[in-house]
């Protein structure tokens, strides 16, 4: 395997684009190359990847987009929908010139959207997207819960009815008691909240995006055989310690999207492209940078030969 060393004090930038709707969508670029965006998941903003941008800006320059509602970029709007997510996408590819994306659970199924509207995009690697292959009320109707908990200023509650709701935890969260759960999730505000250092993106600020989550996961689910059309080279990510419904999510992508590839990281979870911190140890994103270092090095050789 070829080594590579990772740069020394890169230099990171942020610069602004206008989506079509007039939100004002921030990115930060860092590295030189062939350019890769990468959009990050749920309760995350761009500062989330920068490990794995920094193992990527050797070879690529990389485009990190805070999503519409959160960092810098400008608000949700009235009438949020996936086709913002695709809108603010396109803004930044034609900005920068990038072909190259990547997105991570709800930002995944988004940037998968994108691939079938976008011709721009020539490549994506996904990481565990959050599709869902039917409509199921569990996994869609927390919304309605989680709004209420919010509006009455129940924080840890509402983060407890969407962790549930999405099963982003083991199986013994469904058997523990609400209440214990909900005072969990309050200690590790308080100490999130205790320790964070200026310009940090808390759970406790982030908590209202999870509304917006909820209704792109939503609006998506039950589309698996729309993305036979994409036309785009595909590698489909996951972790062995990934969460179980989403492995479903790739395994019908992989069987109805004409040239993917997939590939499973033994012992990862479902936030494993993230930056290590308290809130996600386990995070490995020298492990991924390394193979969409190997997905988008193959685009730019293919790209420069002529061939596919």
């Known amino acids: 395997m070829t080594t590579h060393e990772r740069p020394q ?3 990171l930038t942020t610069s602004f684009v206008t989506s079509d709707d007039g939100t004002r969508i921030a990115y930060h670029t860092i ?11 749920s309760m995350e903003t761009a500062r989330n990847h920068m490990a ?33 997510e695709v809108e603010d996408l396109d803004a930044v590819l034609n900005e920068t010139g990038a072909h190259y994306v990547f997105g991570v659970s709800a930002s995944g199924i988004a940037v998968l959207q994108a691939a079938r509207e976008l011709p721009s995009i020539h490549k994506v690697a996904v990481y565990e997207p959050a599709l869902f292959l039917e ?22 509650a509402a983060l407890v009815t969407s962790m549930l709701g999405l099963r982003l935890g083991p199986p013994i969260m469904n058997v523990m008691p609400r209440g214990l759960l ?6 590790l505000l308080k100490s999130e909240d205790k320790n964070a250092k200026p310009g940090d993106a808390t759970m406790r600020m982030l908590a209202p995006t999870l509304h917006y989550e909820g209704v792109l996961l939503a609006e998506m689910a039950d589309t698996l055989d729309r993305f036979a059309d994409v036309k785009a080279h595909v590698l489909l990510l996951g972790g062995s310690k990934g969460l179980p419904f989403l492995k479903l999510a790739l395994a019908g992508l992989e069987k109805v999207i004409p040239n993917v590839e997939r590939i499973e990281f033994p012992g990862l979870d479902h936030d494993a ?12 994103p020298d492990v991924v940078a390394a193979e969409l270092r190997r997905f988008y090095t193959s685009a730019a050789e293919n790209r420069d030969t002529g061939t596919r």
Request: overall charge negative.
């Open 135 to 156: 409509d199921i009320p569990q996994l869609t109707g927390w919304v309605d819960r989680f709004d209420r908990e919010m509006a009455e200023g129940k924080v840890t």
């Open 31 to 41: 590295g030189d190359g062939p350019g890769i965006v990468l959009l990050h998941g």
């Open 273 to 284: 492209s993230g930056d290590v911190s308290k809130r996600n140890p386990a995070g490995r």
């Open 182 to 187: 909900a005072w969990l999730t309050g200690l």
């Open 9 to 11: 004090a890169a230099e």
């Open 52 to 84: 794995m941008a920094e193992e990527l800006a050797d070879a690529f320059t990389v485009h990190l987009p805070d999503r519409r509602g959160r960092g810098q970029s400008g608000p949700y709007g009235d009438d949020y929908s996936v086709r913002k």
